[in-house]
């Protein structure tokens, strides 16, 4: 169960959350596709390129690759999985313009600025992102997300990943903040449930792909749901 009486402050994960990954970054390989006139089956791409992305920021997170690894390999393993000959200059260019376009692309999951304005009456609101800074930067002004947040931290700004505790403890010593009246919401079991349980934050998972079902904290599906619990 929440204490809901006794918050004041909800810090959200990013990606997953509130910007729908998913939508963005089949859109921005669709772009890419055109671009580079790559004759393939945009869905079946991406059914693939998913779970290996997934895996890709796990492994990242828990320092078994690099940054620049993760943006490599998740590319590397898709188009091999799929087969699909593919050579270094073009995978480059395909990386970089992945990256160069990606936060151009606004799509939030249903409600989340009806939501979030809501919820700025109430709570003070933060970002806690794995992702790195100009990309999350970008995303979140690009999208109309900035004005609800004061501060965003940054699992590079920061110098530690969720779900490592540094990093929820950076980010309550610096809005002076108590984890008590403080509450995490993210998509990642591990990486924001866990992490945020693990420093005696509140939680919400919110569960965008398909996570298992458990019992550490509220899971919700939709910003409706979300809204239920915390108005």
């Avoid at 390129?49 to 920021?57: F, R």
């Avoid at 009806?114 to 990309?135: A, S």
């Avoid at 540094?166 to 108590?178: P, V």
Wanted: hydrophobic share 35%.
């Amino acid at each position: 169960m929440l204490a809901i009486n006794s918050l004041t402050t909800l810090f959200f994960d990013l990606d997953h959350t509130l910007w729908d990954f998913e939508t963005n970054s089949a859109m921005t390989f669709q772009k890419i596709f055109n671009e580079e006139k790559i004759n393939f089956s945009l869905e079946r791409f991406i059914e693939t390129y998913s779970p290996i992305n997934h895996d890709c920021w796990k492994r990242y997170r828990n320092n078994k690759i690099t940054h620049q690894e993760l943006r490599v390999q998740r590319l590397e393993r898709t188009f091999q999985a799929l087969e699909y000959s593919c050579s270094p200059e073009l995978l480059d260019r395909i990386n970089q313009r992945y990256v160069d376009y990606l936060s151009d692309f606004t799509q939030l999951f249903e409600g989340t600025q009806q939501l979030l304005f809501k919820l700025g009456k109430r709570y003070e609101m933060h970002i806690i992102t794995n992702g790195f800074d100009t990309v999350q930067y970008h995303k979140m002004n690009n999208s109309g997300l900035q004005p609800f947040f004061g501060k965003v931290f940054t699992a590079e700004g920061v110098g530690f990943k969720k779900p490592s505790p540094q990093i929820f403890e950076f980010a309550l010593n610096d809005t002076g903040k108590k984890a008590s009246e403080s509450l995490m919401i993210g998509d990642s079991l591990e990486a924001d449930v866990e992490g945020a349980l693990n420093v005696s934050m509140q939680a919400i998972h919110f569960n965008s792909h398909g996570e298992p079902v458990h019992n550490l904290c509220p899971i919700v599906y939709s910003m409706k749901e979300l809204e239920r619990l915390l108005l």
